[in-house]
């Protein structure tokens, strides 16, 4: 037997979640259905303005990032669109769209300790950074190779607070980033900010890389369909762009 809490599907008849999904459709905001497949309620009014602006920061971001390009590369090949988003998605990793779940499960694991031990929040900052530089570990969620302040960190953050989502989580990564500015100029990018916040409403750190998936296929997608109606095919490195440094013929 397949058990299933999510639909029940029967001739006729689709019920999500104890929805029926023609109730569901056009009078739910999709952001707020997908909240109600995760958490199996729907979400109040300031959860469903979240949670629509967390996958929405995630959306696009140009052709510079590694999925981009691994998507547009993939379309100029010929493949259908499906198979080209999908390439795309498989270069989601540690180090892009993936630091988000790294970063709530740090956040998670730090603020319980936090709370256990009463430290304040600059301690908590002070001994989580000692504890990373120790494992010789980065901070998922700092840091990124073009935005010196992310634009995404600071509207996320100040919906959070407006909505009362700021709390320990998104504390505690104001706080590390200050800690780093002691040092160096290190700023929580679009995942650490996502990160903080869905820590705060209370989500599994293991689906962070969920938020980043929701919003950023919407984007793959049209930079697929791009590549496939405006670009010639078979993108790719021509030979000046390249430098051979193996060995010359022997
Ligand atoms: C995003 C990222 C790859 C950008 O890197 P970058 O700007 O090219 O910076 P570099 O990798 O050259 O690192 C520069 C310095 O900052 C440090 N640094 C960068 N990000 C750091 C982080 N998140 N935590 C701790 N130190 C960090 C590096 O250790 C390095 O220190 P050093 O000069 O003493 O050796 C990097 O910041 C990172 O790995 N962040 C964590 C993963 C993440 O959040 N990814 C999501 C991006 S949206």
């Known amino acids: 037997m397949w058990k299933t809490g999510i639909s ?20 739910v905001p999709f952001a707020s259905v997908f909240f109600l497949l995760l958490k199996s309620r729907m979400p109040d009014k300031k959860e469903a303005k979240m949670i629509d602006a967390l996958i929405t920061s995630s959306i696009d971001h140009g052709v ?12 100029s090949a010929g493949v259908p669109l499906p198979s080209a988003v999908a390439a795309g998605m498989l270069a989601v990793g540690d180090v ?68 009362g989502f700021e709390k320990e989580h998104v504390r505690l990564s104001l ?28 989500f599994d750190w293991r689906l962070g890389k969920a938020f980043f998936v929701m919003g950023r296929v919407a984007g793959m997608i049209a930079h697929v369909y791009e590549e ?10 021509c030979v000046q762009e390249t430098e051979y440094d193996g060995p010359w013929e022997r």
């Open 8 to 27: 029940n599907i029967k001739p006729d008849d689709i019920v999500t979640r104890g929805y029926r999904q023609e109730d569901l459709i056009g009078a």
């Open 64 to 75: 510079t990032p590694p999925s981009t390009h691994a998507a547009r590369i993939v379309a």
């Open 96 to 163: 892009h769209g993936g630091a988000i779940e790294d970063g709530a499960k740090v956040l998670q694991e730090w603020v319980k300790s936090m709370l256990e031990n009463d430290w304040s929040l600059e301690e908590t900052a002070t001994r989580m950074l000692a504890q990373l530089q120790k494992e010789k570990k980065r901070m998922p969620g700092f840091g990124h190779r073009i935005h010196k302040r992310d634009p995404r960190t600071k509207r996320l953050f100040g919906l959070a607070q407006e909505l």
């Open 175 to 202: 706080a590390v980033e200050k800690e780093f500015a002691k040092k160096k100029t290190l700023p929580i990018n679009v995942d650490g900010a996502i990160a903080a916040i869905i820590s705060d409403m209370s």
């Open 228 to 237: 496939m109606t405006t670009q010639k095919p078979m993108r790719r490195m």
